[in-house]
């Protein structure tokens, strides 16, 4: 019922609000101007989830995504502190985006066709390419997830992870009994009472859970990885200055950590003769200008939040997760950003 | 006021059975026929006018977001896993029509059941509460302020933690080698079913009717000649004994599928899992208390001089209740009744909680997956409505037949 008055509400903002067409004074961009009258980047985030958004002792919001509406903060307004965090969940986070309760949607959501044709949203970039994984207990003595025929596994509804599972299951002709709970602690909790034999989701998510378990060593994360899930951030289509804006937030981050460049020696580059670190410092050309901010927006972006190294340490490093193919494609990972010129 | 600017309503013969004479509308705002056309005109218009901004806005909105619209994602293949399913589902051929047809059926399993049990559990507590018995009526008393008074969502959650702390299906608690109690739920071995039964279970079906129709006969027979014809011998006969001889007539078939732990979970017979059993439990115990207070109520709201005049004419109290006080109680218990069982059913929405996949939790991942929120959410209102106005026009048919009891 909760759930449902929250999509209703969602959707009768969504009908009440003014439509989404570009005013003409300011940046260009409705997002970018309704971000600076308001002095605050509004960020749906996940909220549960370890490495990616969870809050820490203090109530701060920690982790990738997190990290990432910081950088979206600094770059827009050049203050990374000035975001409202909106936990959502998987089943209202699409909503939420479209109806204009959220700028920006940084919820380890999977990048596939039918969510950019389908629900007016855009993907701007993949912070974490992940994949679905499955984790069971020790005790269960299973090795490989082609021995779980006739398993129960809990999913949360609403996911990739639900049609990923589906599909491999299928193809491997094995049978399973899903449990589908809305509210990741209460899935989490099925999990390890027993009610479900394997927990599914994204590997990084499982690492994530593991890490943050008592009896982490009685947790076991399965070889495989039956899918791609390329996570990204997600903006509403028809405002494409603030795509490009998210977009390249996430490029500067990839840059200043090809060029060496992090939140503490960022300053001592000041004076630099390389074209493409001046261009990133805001010191030479009109890159921010271009994008509807200040020049200076990758600097607040690095020197606030930091490159993309430093922000995976701070959040995945913290958790035993390995950087693989989320490191820099010079060092034999997929990120890759085109030049800033 | 004279006198002579009489309502002209009331003008006119008193008495005639003629229609009232049609009356002219005069063009001035002292006219109370007037007044009301032009509040209803207003009012209509004011209504019609919102519902009118509310869809052109959303219709708009919808394009300029470049959202896609309509109802042709029913038609799609689902792909999403279902649990529980009382027809045949397979996520590969399925559709998302099929989907939500599943969740239909599993909000009307859960509400039929919980509506029955509610009302068996609320009517034996309500009952209780009168009770002279101190402890019965103390206990009715507790359990009635205990349940309705915590929220419904925490009990489901606790219902459904507790399951949860059943032992894993290898140490499972048996009841010989057929009924197994385990974190999966409960499995019960079920018939495993042939031609033969169902010949038995018409047979059954008819001696219902024909018990119903013996039962009416004899009580016409008694009140024509005051001697009663034995009624359970037939009763006995028509419902036990022939079932029993067409069964035995097929060769007397019997076997059960009985559940057998294999790999991870048991494979066979039936399960009642731990998400409906908690959402069940849930629903019933919460329901339950409000059902007790309206049966006592409706009991209590009967004169006592009935339950007085019937000892009077040697009714025992058990005949008294059934015969004289529950039939005037029922007129005040039905219609607060009949609101409890819809709450009930709205409530079974809770189901996403407990991970019980009714009608809101496949509706909510089907808008999710498809991203038609609008659509999904309509279907889901649809649904209650439908399942909501049934259950209203079957108390309302039920209502009427027993006021017309009243002499």
Redesign the interface.
């Known amino acids: ?4 008055t929250s ?2 509400g969602a ?2 903002a ?4 003014s ?3 570009a005013r003409a004074d300011g940046s260009g961009s409705a997002t970018i101007d309704a971000i600076k009258a308001r002095g605050q980047l509004v960020c749906g985030v996940g909220g549960s989830v370890p490495g990616f958004a969870l809050p820490d002792s203090q109530g701060v919001m920690r982790g990738l995504d997190a990290d990432f509406c910081r950088a979206v903060a600094a770059a827009t307004l050049g203050d990374a502190t000035r975001v409202k965090f909106v936990p959502t969940t ?2 209202n986070r ?2 939420a985006l ?1 109806s204009g309760e959220v700028d920006l949607l940084v919820r380890t959501t999977t990048w596939t066709l ?2 950019e ?4 949203l855009l993907f701007a970039g993949v912070n974490y390419y992940d994949g679905t994984g499955f984790m069971v207990k020790k005790a ?1 003595g299973v090795k490989s997830a082609k021995e ?5 596994i809990c ?1 949360q ?2 996911t990739s992870t ?2 990923a ?3 491999f299951f ?1 193809v491997n002709k094995l049978k ?8 990741l602690p ?2 989490r ?2 999990f390890l ?3 479900c ?1 394997a927990y599914s989701t994204d590997g990084s998510q499982l690492a994530g859970f593991r890490a943050t378990q008592p009896n982490k060593d009685d947790l076991v994360l399965l070889p495989e990885t039956i899918s791609k899930e390329p996570l990204g951030m997600m903006v ?3 405002d494409d200055k603030f795509f490009d804006l998210v977009r390249w937030t996430h490029f500067a981050e990839l840059i200043a950590e090809e060029a060496g460049v992090t939140s503490r020696n960022i300053d001592s580059f000041a004076d630099t003769k390389l074209p493409e670190l001046r261009r990133l410092l805001g010191l030479e050309g009109d890159m921010g200008k271009a994008l509807g901010v200040d020049n200076r927006f990758a600097y607040n972006v690095v020197k606030q939040v930091g490159n993309a190294g430093e922000n995976w340490d701070r959040s995945m490093t913290a958790l035993g997760v390995p950087r693989g193919i989320n490191a820099l494609w010079n060092k034999g990972g997929l990120q890759y950003a085109p030049p800033m010129r | 006021m004279s006198a002579t600017t009489s309502d002209p309503r009331r003008s006119g013969p008193p008495l005639s059975g003629r229609a009232a004479p049609r009356r002219r509308i005069h063009l001035s705002w002292s006219d109370p026929l007037l007044r009301n056309i032009v509040w209803q005109v207003l009012i209509v218009g004011v209504v019609a006018g919102a519902v009118w901004y509310l869809a052109g806005n959303t219709a708009r909105n919808l394009a300029a977001r470049h959202i896609a619209t309509g109802f042709g994602f029913l038609s799609h293949n689902a792909g999403i896993p279902i649990g529980e399913h009382l027809i045949d589902y397979d996520p590969s051929t399925s559709t998302y029509g099929r989907a939500i047809l599943i969740g239909v059926l599993n909000t009307l399993k859960v509400s039929v059941a919980g509506i029955v049990l509610a009302t068996i559990l609320g009517t034996l507590i309500g009952v209780g509460r009168l009770s002279r018995n101190w402890l019965v009526a103390r206990i009715s008393g507790v359990y009635v302020e205990a349940l309705r008074d915590l929220p419904v969502l925490l009990q489901l959650l606790f219902w459904y933690g507790l399951l949860q702390t059943l032992p894993a299906p290898k140490q499972s608690w048996h009841l010989g080698e057929a009924v197994f109690l385990s974190n999966r739920g409960i499995k019960v071995p079920l018939l495993d079913w042939q031609p033969a039964h169902g010949w038995a279970l018409a047979a059954f079906v008819l001696g219902v009717f024909g018990t119903l129709a013996w039962r009416r006969a004899a009580a016409r027979r008694q009140a024509n000649t005051g001697i009663r014809p034995p009624v359970w011998p037939v009763a006995l006969g028509l419902l036990g004994g022939v079932p029993l001889l067409v069964w035995a007539a097929f060769g007397a078939p019997f076997t059960l599928d009985v559940p057998v732990l294999r790999g991870f979970n048991f494979q066979g017979g039936g399960t009642i899992s731990p998400e409906y059993g908690a959402l069940l439990i849930g629903l019933v115990t919460y329901t339950a208390a409000y059902i007790a207070e309206i049966v006592r109520s409706g009991i209590q709201a009967v004169p006592a001089g009935q339950s007085e005049a019937a000892a009077a004419l040697g009714l025992r109290p058990g005949e008294a209740l059934r015969l004289v006080v529950l039939p005037q109680a029922m007129r005040v218990i039905i219609p607060p009744m009949t609101s409890q069982y819809l709450n009930l059913t709205k409530n079974s929405s809770l189901a996403v909680a407990v991970g019980y996949q009714d009608v809101v939790s496949i509706g909510n991942t089907t808008l999710n997956q498809t991203g038609q929120a609008i659509e999904g959410i309509a279907l889901i209102m649809a649904v209650y409505l439908a399942i909501s106005l049934s259950i209203s026009l079957f108390m309302n048919w039920y209502n009427a037949r027993i006021a017309l009891v009243e002499r």
């Open positions: 019922m909760f759930r449902l999509v209703l959707l009768v969504g009908a009440l609000l439509g989404g067409a998987t089943t699409f909503t479209q039918g969510r044709a389908n629900l007016g269960l779980l025929d006739g398993a129960t999913i509804p609403g639900e049609l599972v589906g599909d299928r399973f009994t899903p449990i589908l709970i809305a509210d209460e899935l909790n099925a009472s027993g009610r034999d509403r289509k028809g």
